[in-house]
């Protein structure tokens, strides 16, 4: 079975802080995301990475940075935390155009 | 800008009766298609996927997948209380040289007991 853990189920941070959410997938899958997924507005695409220390923008890259070091490991970060990104953080993996796994989400509240 | 609709419903049914979940998609060129089930607070699970023109059957659930008319659908038969919860149709699309999944908004199912 595909299994994606990321690191925390629940955060509350403070606004400014500088948040790190991490991911790592047990596949061998070359492919990460990283959604955020908000009522009526569905998943969004924030950052995706094909390959190690390779990223790409994805729809709302906006006040998000990514890293990829190592092939299992993909990490969020924001840079100074504001209450609009208060929302679920999801992670995926897949092998290439074939089906996304997600891990279990990240609930994040900015105050 | 390439999408993928979704009626957001709530599409109520009885209990045992067929739930019937239908998306459409805008890139003609897209090749693979996904049906996951998300509950409530939790993350995106797969239920199924489809490549071909057709019908693809697995236990209580059938896809259906049509391109020329662009739209692909989940039957659900005899459903049951526990199959409550919301369907993201999503589908595999060519954009900027790399693949990426566009994702409906969902549709919420309520199967009544």
Not at chain 1, 40 to 69: A, N, Q, T, W
Request: aromatic letters at 12%; one cysteine or more; a neutral charge.
């Amino acid at each position: 079975d595909v299994k994606v853990t990321q690191s925390s189920r629940y955060l509350v941070k403070r606004t400014g802080e500088k948040v790190f959410l991490e991911c790592v997938q047990d596949m061998d899958h070359e492919n990460m995301f990283w959604y955020r997924q908000d009522p009526g507005l569905g998943l969004r695409l924030i950052y995706f990475s094909y390959d190690v220390k390779m990223k790409e923008k994805g729809d709302i890259p906006e006040g998000y940075s990514v890293s990829r070091e190592k092939k299992e490991r993909f990490s969020l970060i924001l840079e100074s935390a504001s209450t609009n990104q208060t929302s679920m953080y999801l992670c995926a993996s897949s092998h290439g155009a074939d089906t996304q796994y997600f891990g279990p989400g990240t609930r994040l509240t900015v105050l | 800008q390439k999408e993928v609709e979704q009626n957001s419903g709530p599409l109520s049914v009885p209990e045992g009766a067929i739930a019937s979940l239908n998306c459409t998609y805008s890139d003609r060129g897209s090749q693979s298609f996904f049906w996951y089930r998300q509950y409530s607070g939790k993350s995106p699970e797969l239920i199924m996927f489809i490549y071909s023109n057709g019908d693809k059957e697995d236990g209580r659930f059938t896809a259906q997948l049509n391109k020329a008319s662009q739209y692909v659908s989940l039957l659900i038969r005899d459903s049951q209380p526990s199959d409550s919860a919301t369907y993201l149709c999503a589908v595999n699309t060519l954009m900027d040289s790399s693949y990426k999944l566009i994702f409906g908004s969902g549709t919420r199912l309520l199967v009544r007991p």
